[in-house]
């Protein structure tokens, strides 16, 4: 391909999507704190942060990247299996283990990355993933790049997933099940304890992606807390770029499948270390939900004020999603509360399915309940 063809190529793609209102564009977001944004020179109190405890600039996890900075330098110098294993890394799995109840973790560079690495490690030709419909992007991807049949069930639905269990077990070597744990665009949980049974019975493996648990659902342990009954999940993924306020990703899982990834997951060998100072952020951050559990309460009472503001179903994280249909009415809904000083970014399709355009409000602890409340009024009017 010569750099023009590829050059028309693209420029014709993008007036696809400029025509279909789909194109997405970057925008300079400069986040003052862990609730306030400045764009375009104007102040807006951001809804689309993902930092639901506030913690990205937490004083204590600001001072720690910094210290970690000074003693191990900026960045990892190479995969962790040459020299990039710093020992706050070993520090971190140590923690995260712990604080999910775990035998041992496996941090990765990004949520991203452990997903794309995790599941090609485990499953290849002759075995069967199955996937629910809403789960993650890049629970897709690394279903993908496993080369397994990939089963989707619709979400949340257990009777669907047992009949395609019943029907398509048998035939496969190794199953694996997959799933948020919290769904990253609406909110809602995983049937974990359902899910678990079923993957018990048909021995199936299971794992289930935190990265919007972790630090706010089950007391900030995540959601394979949230249930009476906690159920046997084999991999518990999640992300420290959320509620850690930090960057990084990471499984907990048993010693042997934890070893295992260590040495064959491509995105583990292949790719640097964490930098040190994302591990020593993510390390304070989870002492902090760990001395502070009321962070998680109030950012999900605050999902929950908002959701009953607007007449919606109950809130069971801190994402409360409303859904606006048609792109258009997504877009003009971002802006009339952007002229009123919320910043809340309209998520479209592909990232959504097809006539489910939304605004995705995610609460964080330090929401200020009056203009919660501000944010309901303007959004039952738009409804
Ligand atoms: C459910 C889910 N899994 C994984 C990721 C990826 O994590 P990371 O941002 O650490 O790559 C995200 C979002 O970024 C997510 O929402």
Redesign the pocket.
């Known amino acids: 391909v010569s750099p023009s063809s590829l050059d028309a190529f693209c420029a014709a793609k993008l007036a696809q999507l400029d025509a279909a209102k789909l194109r997405r564009r970057l925008v300079v977001s400069d986040r003052r704190d862990g609730l306030w944004i400045e764009r375009d020179g104007r102040k807006l109190l951001s809804f689309s942060c993902?930092d639901y405890l506030n913690l990205s600039h937490d004083p204590r996890v600001k001072a720690a990247a910094a210290a970690a900075v000074e003693r191990y330098g900026a960045g990892a110098a190479g995969s962790r299996l040459i020299t990039g294993n710093h020992p706050l890394l070993e520090a971190l799995e140590a923690k995260l283990a712990a604080f999910k109840g775990a035998e041992a973790a496996c941090v990765f560079?990004?949520?991203?990355?452990?997903?794309a690495g995790i599941t090609p490690s485990l499953v290849g030709a002759g075995d069967i993933v199955f996937i629910d419909e809403l789960?993650?992007?890049?629970?897709w991807a690394g279903a993908q790049l496993s080369k397994a049949q990939i089963v989707p069930f619709p979400h949340n639905d257990m009777d669907a997933l047992e009949q395609l269990l019943r029907a398509k077990r048998g035939a496969a070597r190794h199953a694996l099940a997959l799933t948020?744990?919290?769904?990253?665009?609406d909110g809602d949980l995983a049937p974990l304890p359902d899910l678990a049974r079923l993957c018990a019975d048909y021995d199936a493996w299971l794992m289930a992606?935190?990265?919007?648990g972790l630090g706010v659902v089950g007391g900030g342990r995540g959601s394979a807390r949230a249930f009476t009954t906690a159920p046997r999940i084999d991999l518990q993924?999640?992300?420290?770029?959320?509620a850690a306020g930090s960057?990084?990703?990471y499984v907990c899982t048993t010693r042997n499948v934890a070893d295992f990834l260590v040495t064959r997951a491509r995105t583990h060998v292949y790719s640097t270390g964490l930098p040190p100072a994302s591990a020593a952020a993510a390390l304070a951050a989870l002492e902090i939900m760990e001395a502070e559990p009321e962070r998680s309460e109030r950012a999900i009472a605050n999902a929950q004020r908002f959701a009953r503001g607007i007449a919606s179903a109950e809130a069971h994280s801190a994402i409360v999603p409303v859904l606006f249909g048609t792109t258009e009415r997504a877009l003009a809904a971002q802006a009339i509360l952007e002229r009123e000083g919320f910043l809340v970014v309209a998520i479209r399709p592909p990232t959504v399915p097809d006539g489910t355009a939304r605004l995705r409000f995610a609460f964080t602890s330090a929401h200020p309940a009056e203009e919660i409340d501000r944010a309901a009024e303007i959004v039952r009017r738009l409804l």
């Open positions: 993902n560079g990004s949520g991203y990355l452990a997903n789960a993650h992007s890049c629970l948020d744990g919290v769904f990253s665009m992606d935190d990265a919007h993924m999640g992300t420290l770029s959320k960057y990084g990703g």
